[in-house]
């Protein structure tokens, strides 16, 4: 069965198509990436699959319930960590997760015994007696996604959960999710981080500008970009320029964050080739690889333009 | 409907948690109203002269109903935070009553000015202030504050939710209170006012409040001003609570 269905979503703001037709799935006990730059929609379909917002046109149902009929039975089956860390900077943590268990009429005894069970889990045990404003983003986050797992969610919706995490604090939020996924919850995340939802997605939604445009897991879409691709450094960044136009008789050339070059239809025979004339062109390198598509690849090829690229503009 | 008032007192509980936690900040918020008593009892106190009547006698009413109408700006920038915070959404994502964000905060709010305004008898008390009509005339006195209070609240929450900034709520909230609260009956009669002023101020709910409060504690006719009071103050919470309700629903 399937845990969402998304069909022909529509959000319009004033001019802007924020939702333009989108439609997904996600199989029970699965994880789907919603992946996309600022600005793609992505948290505007968390906010209708969560109640938060009625769309134009479409539908959607959540765990078998229609989003827009039924929205209070939604609420109750559902768990939401937004994309700031919701949680009350002058409670403790332990008095936000209690609040949160009242307001989800869990039988009084059992409300002090969920929150103790989740500090546990989320490793805040010492910290739950401290306010929040105390915490770091880390833990923070950490005691977000405990208030959203509360009344045991069947279905789990975050929105950038690891957005400014630390890459410490990250890998330990992705192994939470992953005990979670482990534990049949359907998780639904978006992301901006390509790294996240190739570790974290069975299939991965890319969407833009308000629709979608690409989905499958992330091997398939590595391989829908293409074979390995050839990546080259020069030494001088006033090189690039040069070591630019030699390549350009191989294949095309796109430019990567860092000063990278990167060709399509990379082999060893290419290798060879690039390098050799590289050298008598006097282009001094200092990487020249054979890379396997990363998802950032997929991205910059579906969309013209990198996952981070419009970092803040949304 | 049980559930509603559950919802409500927890997020009533909240709210006054947060506010327990932050002492300076309600400490602060009494300070200023004690330096504006101090100020006018004794800067301009000796200047002002009430026919029959003392002029702290005359100033305290006027200082109870100023101070819970500034007290109640603080609604608006609490649920603009919240809103700016993401409180709010994830209390919209919970299976909670709808109308217990706004209940709780009207609820705990009304708490905080009940506190206030105690704190501002103590301090009328000990400048001089007497309740010349006994006990249960300065109890209604004290409700009838708070009722004032507890309208403001309302427009400063649909000002809050309408603005969603904290800063911009602090300004938007306070600004229009000034004129409103000093032109009135509030710290000087109305008749030594020019024309055009005292058609404003008799036109304001902060008048009729204050001369039925002062008549409450200090004695005079009482009817009419609580009457016109009431009316005002019923028909603000109905307004204002309305449109602060329907600026929540429509929260996206």
């Known amino acids: 069965m399937d845990a969402v269905v998304v069909q022909d979503l529509v959000k319009t703001y004033g001019p802007t198509r924020a939702l333009d037709g989108v439609s997904l799935t996600v199989p029970e006990g699965t994880v789907l990436g919603l992946l996309g730059p600022n600005g793609a929609g992505k948290t505007t379909a968390v906010r209708v699959l969560t109640t938060l917002l009625r769309p134009d046109s479409g539908s959607a149902t959540v765990a078998g319930i229609d989003v827009l009929k039924d929205p209070a039975a939604v609420r109750r089956t559902i768990g939401l960590a937004g994309q700031y860390a919701a949680v009350d900077d002058k409670l403790t943590g332990a008095e936000n997760l209690r609040l949160v268990g009242k307001l989800y009429h869990l039988p009084k005894q059992q409300i002090a015994a969920r929150a103790d069970e989740l500090l546990a889990r989320f490793d805040l045990v010492e910290a739950g007696g401290r306010v929040v404003k105390t915490y770091s983003g880390g833990m923070r986050r950490r005691l977000d996604l405990a208030g959203a797992l509360v009344n045991k969610p069947r279905v789990l919706f975050l929105d950038e959960p690891t957005t400014g995490l630390d890459p410490r604090s990250r890998l330990g939020l992705w192994e939470v999710l992953e005990d979670l996924v482990a534990d049949g919850t359907t998780l639904l995340l978006t992301t901006q981080y390509l790294e996240e939802a190739d570790r974290l997605a069975d299939r991965i939604v890319v969407i833009d500008r308000g629709r979608v445009i690409a989905e499958g897991t992330s091997d398939s879409l590595k391989d829908e970009v293409g074979g390995s691709v050839l990546v080259v450094r020069a030494a001088d960044p006033p090189q690039t320029e040069q070591a630019r136009e030699v390549l350009a008789r191989f294949g095309e050339v796109t430019d990567l964050t860092g000063g990278e070059l990167q060709v399509q239809g990379g082999s060893v025979d290419l290798v060879r080739k690039a390098a050799t004339a590289l050298a008598k062109a006097g282009v001094e390198i200092t990487d020249l690889a054979l890379r396997r598509p990363t998802l950032d690849d997929v991205f910059l090829q579906l969309t013209g333009h990198a996952a981070e690229d419009e970092e803040g503009a949304a | 409907m049980t559930a509603a008032l559950s919802d409500a007192l927890a997020v009533t509980g909240r709210n006054l948690r947060r506010i327990r936690r932050e002492p300076e900040v309600l400490f602060f918020s009494t300070v200023q109203p004690i330096i504006f008593v101090l100020l006018f009892r004794y ?113 400063s929450a649909w000002i809050g939710l309408s603005v969603k900034t904290v800063e911009a709520a602090n300004l938007a909230g306070f600004v229009w209170l000034f004129p409103l609260t000093f032109a009135s009956s509030a710290f000087a009669p109305v008749n030594t006012m020019p024309g055009w002023l005292q058609a404003f101020a008799k036109a304001t709910p902060v008048t009729p409040t204050v001369d039925a409060v002062r008549a409450l504690i200090n004695g005079g006719p009482t009817a009419r001003p609580l009457l016109i009071s009431l009316c005002w103050l019923v028909a603000i919470t109905a307004v204002f609570s309305t449109l602060a309700v329907r600026k929540y629903r429509s929260i996206s």
Do not use: C, E, N
Request: no cysteine; hydrophobic share 60%.
């Open chain 2, 43 to 155: 800067v301009f106190g000796g200047a002002i002269k009430i026919p029959g009547l003392s002029y702290v006698d005359f100033l305290m009413p006027g200082i109870f109903v100023q101070t819970t109408a500034f007290a109640s700006t603080g609604t608006g920038v609490a649920l603009a935070d919240d809103l700016s915070k993401g409180i709010i959404d994830r209390f919209r994502s919970l299976p909670m009553a709808r109308s217990a964000v706004l209940a709780g905060r009207s609820l705990s709010d009304l708490a905080r000015i009940l506190f206030t305004v105690l704190v501002m008898v103590v301090v009328g008390v000990a400048v001089g202030l007497r309740f010349h009509q006994g006990l249960a005339k300065a109890v209604a006195a004290i409700a009838l504050v708070a009722f004032f209070g507890f309208a403001f609240t309302w427009i």
